[in-house]
């Protein structure tokens, strides 16, 4: 397991988060090979780190509803 050094990232809040702060999650671009996703209300708490593969099969999965929900 690698070490990452998020302290210079720039996070962005999902387009699915709602605006009265439920579902919040946040994703920062950039980190070479994987996708750091973190809840935006805790924004010192863990991040999870997907390959960047898994990533884009997980959203292109949401987007066309194969998730159900």
Do not use: H
């Amino acid at each position: 397991m690698r070490s990452l050094d998020l302290t210079t990232v720039t996070w962005r809040k999902s387009s699915y988060s709602n605006s009265d702060g439920g579902q919040c999650l946040e994703v920062a671009d950039g980190v070479a090979d994987i996708v750091p996703v973190r809840d935006s209300k805790n924004p010192l708490g863990p991040v999870l780190a997907f390959p960047a593969d898994g990533w884009s099969s997980f959203v292109s999965a949401v987007k066309r509803g194969a998730l159900g929900g």
